[in-house]
Structure formats: C-alpha cells, structure tokens
C-alpha cells in the first residue's frame, strides 16, 4: 500500500473479474481512498432470504474467504442445510452453503428491521474486517431480467437454473432506479474510475443505468479507465462471449471498448489482442490481464491505476 497515494479510487465491479481487480486494488490504495460500487441487479429472493450474489463475491473476495474452487460461496464450505432442504421438497437450483447462509439470514434479518442494504453491507464488511468502501450501486432493488427466445427469465434463474444457455434477445434493466447518497458522494470525489472486467451487459450497464450514474462518469472523475473481460476471442469467465455472438457483435477486446464508447478515456487489453486496436479513440495499454494468483491481482491493479493516473494527469 502506498500511504501517500492520495487519488480517490472508484470501482465498477460485478462478478468474479471484478471481485479479483476489486482486490488487487484493496492491496495497494489506502482503504480511505477506495471505493467499489458492486451491481445487484442479480440480486434475488430464494427459499425467502434476499441474496446478493456479487455484493457477496466482491465481500468474501476482499475478506480473503473466498471459495476459489467454485469462483463463488465461501471457502471451507459445506452443504447440509440445503441438502436436506432439498430432501423436504425445496428448490436446491442455487447451492447455498452453510457459512453463505449466515451471510443472508443476518442481511435478510437487517433489512426486515428496516435498515438499507448500504448500511447491512457496511456492518457486514466491518464484521468481515474490510476497510475500503464495498457499496451497492442502489438500495433500490432494481432486477435485470433475461428476455430469451421464449420468455422473460429473472437474471439468476437464466444464468444459474437455466446455466446461461437460453439465447439472450434482450436484457432488461429497469429505468427508475436511483443511486444512493454514498454512491453520488463516492463519485464527486473519485479522481479515477476503474471499469472492471465484468461482464459489460449484466454487471456494467446494470450499474451505469442507475440514474445518475453514467452521466456523473461522463463528467466528474480525471479518468475513466476499462479493463476487457474478453482475452484472445473469449471471456475469461462467464457469458459475456455467448451474449456477444448473440447480439452479433465481434467476440474481441475492441468490441467491448468499441461498446464502451465515449465513456472511457482509456482501455486496457490483454497482450493476445495486441495490434487490433488501431483507430480506437480512447488511449491503450496492453498488458498481461490474466489475474490467475494473488499477485496477478495486484500487478494488474498497479499497471492499470499508473495508466489512469497518467491519463488523468
């Protein structure tokens, strides 16, 4: 960590890719002067407690207790309760594990008394030992549904019990959702936006849709910063090369940057994909993007917070 870092830092984080990036940046920016804004459009109700999937993998990622075998849950797990759920005749389609379940009985225990999900994920954090900001991008639940082929599927029941495989025609966001205070706050002050390599249509544009968000991009921070979620032609994680076959759009780093658009001042791309970004307005830097270990993590945060920091010099 460097103590005389004084850059507020911003995070746009879903999923898995974000959760890592997330973390890396945790190592090296003073927790004063890190924010990450988590998407819960993929947030839902099961077996009658609310579950916010990537709050949670961006929580248990930065809390060091995360499940790296399964890329989500926590580590050391075990399945009794939902196991025998399942034998009583409930569904079982999303595995919650015994240590998961604390996290969504005290979260759902807290909302029913009326607190906001911000400060459940605050006290959450704090009981996790996590310093720098974790923040949901609303307190407002604000669902994204799956139009397919054949139906309108909430987000977790296409990606989970469907495993992503129904054909993506649309994904609908809902268009009166509101970011909280602490968000509005986070992004005054950010001197730097880091896009993570989430998926960019069910972890990104959930986020920037929420009213103000994108516009606040458009004109606040020094810099806004993307990293591809998509390595030599596919995603390193996820359905984000499927859902970019289907909306025929080339399965590249350049089309995400190309999706992006003006909202980027800059784009980060993985060294498989150099040479394919000729003409691209915003500026580049190609390095190695793969976050395999810990330090990866860190090495990735570091290089994409120098270019950041120097584009917004």
Same mark, same amino acid.
């Given at each position: 960590?460097?103590?005389?870092?004084?850059?507020?830092?911003?995070?746009?984080?879903?999923?898995?890719?974000?959760?890592?990036?997330?973390?890396?940046?945790?190592?090296?920016?003073?927790?004063?002067?890190?924010?990450?804004?988590?998407?819960?459009?993929?947030?839902?109700?099961?077996?009658?407690?609310?579950?916010?999937?990537?709050?949670?993998?961006?929580?248990?990622?930065?809390?060091?207790?995360?499940?790296?075998?399964?890329?989500?849950?926590?580590?050391?797990?075990?399945?009794?309760?939902?196991?025998?759920?399942?034998?009583?005749?409930?569904?079982?389609?999303?595995? $919650?594990? =015994?240590?998961?379940? *604390? #996290?969504?009985? /005290?979260?759902?225990? !807290?909302? %029913?008394?009326?607190?906001? +999900?911000? @400060?459940?994920?605050?006290?959450?954090?704090?009981?996790?030992?996590?310093?720098?900001?974790?923040?949901?991008?609303?307190?407002?639940?604000?669902?994204?549904?799956?139009?397919?082929?054949?139906?309108?599927?909430?987000?977790?029941?296409?990606?989970?019990?469907?495993?992503?495989?129904?054909?993506?025609?649309?994904?609908? $966001?809902? =268009?009166?959702?509101? *970011? #909280?205070?602490? /968000?509005?706050?986070? !992004?005054? %002050?950010?001197?730097?936006? +880091?896009? @993570?390599?989430?998926?960019?249509?069910?972890?990104?544009?959930?986020?920037?849709?929420?009213?103000?968000?994108?516009?606040?991009?458009?004109?606040?921070?020094?810099?806004?910063?993307?990293?591809?979620?998509?390595?030599?032609?596919?995603?390193?994680?996820?359905?984000?090369?499927?859902?970019?076959?289907?909306?025929?759009?080339?399965?590249?780093?350049?089309?995400?940057?190309?999706?992006?658009?003006?909202?980027?001042?800059?784009?980060?791309?993985?060294?498989?994909?150099?040479?394919?970004?000729?003409?691209?307005?915003?500026?580049?830097?190609?390095?190695?993007?793969?976050?395999?270990?810990?330090?990866?993590?860190?090495?990735?945060?570091?290089?994409?917070?120098?270019?950041?920091?120097?584009?917004?010099?």
């Amino acid at each position: 960590m460097n103590d005389e870092f004084d850059l507020n830092v911003v995070c746009l984080a879903g999923g898995v890719g974000g959760a890592k990036l997330a973390d890396g940046l945790a190592c090296i920016v003073p927790p004063e002067n890190l924010t990450v804004i988590v998407n819960t459009g993929d947030d839902f109700e099961h077996l009658g407690l609310t579950i916010c999937p990537d709050l949670d993998t961006v929580m248990y990622t930065l809390a060091g207790a995360a499940n790296t075998e399964t890329g989500w849950g926590r580590a050391g797990e075990s399945w009794r309760t939902i196991e025998e759920a399942a034998r009583l005749g409930g569904p079982d389609w999303f595995r $919650l594990g =015994d240590l998961d379940l *604390a #996290t969504h009985l /005290v979260r759902t225990h !807290l909302l %029913r008394g009326g607190e906001k +999900l911000t @400060a459940v994920t605050r006290r959450l954090s704090h009981h996790f030992n996590i310093h720098p900001a974790i923040l949901p991008m609303s307190d407002q639940p604000a669902p994204t549904i799956i139009q397919t082929d054949d139906d309108l599927l909430p987000f977790q029941t296409w990606f989970v019990k469907e495993r992503w495989q129904p054909t993506v025609q649309k994904v609908i $966001l809902p =268009d009166d959702v509101r *970011a #909280t205070p602490a /968000v509005m706050k986070a !992004l005054e %002050r950010a001197d730097l936006v +880091l896009i @993570a390599p989430s998926n960019p249509f069910v972890s990104i544009d959930p986020i920037l849709n929420v009213y103000p968000i994108r516009a606040m991009l458009m004109d606040l921070p020094q810099a806004v910063v993307a990293v591809s979620p998509i390595i030599g032609g596919q995603a390193v994680k996820g359905p984000a090369a499927k859902m970019m076959e289907e909306r025929d759009m080339p399965v590249t780093a350049r089309a995400v940057a190309d999706y992006y658009g003006d909202l980027i001042d800059g784009f980060v791309y993985d060294e498989q994909d150099a040479g394919t970004m000729d003409g691209l307005d915003a500026a580049q830097l190609c390095i190695d993007t793969w976050m395999r270990s810990q330090q990866d993590r860190i090495r990735l945060a570091q290089e994409t917070l120098a270019f950041a920091t120097r584009l917004g010099s």
